[in-house]
């Protein structure tokens, strides 16, 4: 097969060094930051266009044990959610219902150059978070408050934080 084709196949397809899910599954329950979480991956076409996940996407990254909300941003220094569609938070809400499993919201600490993470900051941008996607249909019961321990070993730099649903159980 000429290689533009097979190159084409895998953009249509979504998968491998193009675009599509690739890494480790975290272990549920872990710390899991963004680097181990698959669909940090970003989902690109020729190295110009980006997409965003689908809900069967989601569902998928969801039951692997985690799935990052690259689209989610906060208001630095702020637990203000800036952006997202309410579409966006409907469909990650449903795709939390499709998947099985409890799952935890995940928002990596932030801390400016030689300051300490603000763990505080991020524990309550993770419940903002949380009461957004139960607004949107999430189930109470099956999306769980993080404790915030262990604390997250992954600290971001101020304005990056990235939040994640990581799954806690299986059942």
């Known amino acids: 097969m000429p290689l533009r084709v097979v190159i084409l196949a895998n953009l249509l397809l979504g998968g491998g060094a193009w675009g599509g899910p690739t890494g ?18 970003p989902k690109v076409m020729l190295g110009l266009l980006t997409r965003q996940l689908t809900l069967a996407e989601m569902v998928s990254e969801l039951e692997r044990g985690c799935l990052a909300l690259e689209e989610v941003r906060f208001t630095t220094g702020k637990d203000t959610i800036e952006s997202l569609s ?19 919201v995940s928002v990596p600490p932030e801390a400016a150059p030689g300051s300490p993470p603000d763990t505080l900051q991020a524990r309550r941008r ?3 978070l949380r009461d957004e996607l139960i607004h949107y249909g999430a189930s109470f019961q099956r999306l769980r408050e993080d404790s915030g321990w262990p604390v997250s070993p992954l600290v971001v730099p101020l304005g990056t934080a990235i939040p994640m649903l990581v799954r806690i159980s299986g059942t």
Not at 28 to 39: F, R
Not at 86 to 104: K, N, S, W
């Open 86 to 104: 309410p579409d966006r938070f409907a469909m990650v809400a449903r795709a939390l219902g499709m998947a099985q499993g409890l799952y935890r």
């Open 24 to 41: 480790t599954d975290p272990a549920p329950g872990s710390a899991g930051g963004v680097s181990n979480c698959p669909s940090s991956t």
């Open 126 to 128: 993770g419940v903002v």
